[in-house]
């Protein structure tokens, strides 16, 4: 299965190593890269999630292949209570975490905040499995050069 992250460089392994950072879904010290089912989802969560909201420049879409039997998906009835509340609650970074430390699978797929019926794919840096992940070629998010023109108003 594909999934897609955003890098301010074309991708390479050094996406798989860890940020120390902490989200909805880990604690800063459980590794773990957050990625997307489509490029225009890395878009709606960007920007859903952004403070102040807006697109970065010269930021990269990674595609990112990982197994299709490697991923576990969380439905909303197992996930903590008050899962969707910002700021964020510690018992989700609780609750990931702890399904990363047991690594079982090597990509966790939470429902996504931003828009419904898709879904946010934690991939688990500590997970074996990592080193068979292959990277696809990368491209800018923007389109570089362009001029948006509405054919209505021209």
């Known amino acids: 299965m594909w999934l897609y992250t955003l890098s301010r460089a074309p991708g390479s392994r050094k996406l798989l190593q860890s940020t120390g950072l902490s989200g909805r879904w880990n604690r800063e010290e459980v590794p773990c890269r957050y990625l997307v089912g ?6 709606a969560e960007t920007t859903a ?4 909201p807006g697109l970065p420049d010269h930021y990269f879409v990674v595609p990112i292949e990982v197994p299709d039997d490697s991923i576990r998906y969380f439905e909303d009835d197992e996930l903590p209570e008050l899962w969707t509340l910002f700021p964020i609650p510690i018992a989700t970074q609780d609750f990931g975490s702890a399904h990363l430390k047991v690594a079982d699978k090597l990509v966790l797929a939470f429902p996504s905040l931003a828009v419904n019926n898709e879904w946010i794919f934690v991939l688990n840096l500590a ?28």
């Open 38 to 43: 489509h490029p225009a989802m890395l878009i």
């Open 127 to 154: 997970h074996p499995l990592v080193k068979t992940v292959k990277f696809g070629r990368s491209y800018p998010l923007r389109r570089q050069g362009g001029r948006y023109s509405d054919p209505i108003m021209n």
């Open 49 to 52: 999630l952004a403070d102040p």
